[in-house]
């Protein structure tokens, strides 16, 4: 009991939901800021099912009390695409969390070249941020750093184009990405990197 101290309060509640907004997790949870420590110790698979049941977007979450803070990480049922390691396949949420597939299904986009697990996290989350349109017409995604740009990303949409794009920035600027393609006269390349600009192949 002293080394739990359950009468302590809960000083801050940390969470990341992607989509889902903050306010609407720590309802669901009945767990704020100024809560018993009480209430969460040796109960946090209980209160993650219990977010799960009450959520339908939400496919994992985790509770993990630290001292007085509270970290809850949620993962949306989100296709943020698939990756293969080591021959097999898996399908990303939201976080960027993997579950065994047979075969990508063709309702994401599907991930090449990367290696670094953090970063297939951030693309996995910027991915999950975009519109549902936008998202399921990406084909694939490309980790492919070069001399000017050591985070780009070489996405190859169905509609034909192809986007060049920074990680950190993505999220932000594929959102005009229908805008721009509608603009186009002939397929080509949508380079995002730095501005907006577009031309044919071949140009």
């Known amino acids: 009991m002293f080394c739990w101290q359950p009468w302590q309060k809960i000083t801050t509640v940390s969470v990341d939901s992607g989509n889902i907004p903050t306010e609407t997790i720590e309802k669901q949870l ?11 110790v040796l109960q946090e698979a209980f209160l993650a099912n219990k977010l799960k049941q009450k959520n339908s977007k939400v496919s994992e979450a985790a509770l993990q009390l630290s001292g007085k803070r509270l970290n809850v990480q949620v993962s949306e049922k989100i296709n943020a695409g698939f990756i293969q390691e080591s021959g097999r396949w898996y399908q990303l949420d939201s976080n960027g969390n993997r579950r065994q597939v047979k075969e990508p299904d063709g309702r994401g986009p599907v991930y090449q070249g990367f290696k670094s697990e953090s970063r297939i996290k951030a693309v996995a989350r910027a991915v999950s941020s975009l519109d549902k349109v936008i998202r399921q017409d990406i084909g694939e995604i490309r980790f492919a750093p070069d001399s000017n740009n050591d985070s780009k990303l070489i996405l190859v949409m169905s509609d034909g184009n192809t986007v060049y794009a920074s990680q950190k920035t993505m999220a932000e600027k594929m959102r005009y990405y229908a805008g721009i393609a509608q603009s186009m006269t002939q397929n080509g390349v ?14």
Not at 190 to 203: A, C, R
Request: glycine content about 16%; overall charge neutral.
């Open 190 to 203: 949508i380079d995002l990197q730095i501005g907006s600009y577009s031309y044919s192949y071949g140009s």
């Open 30 to 40: 009945g767990i704020k800021e100024g809560a018993y420590r009480y209430q969460v």
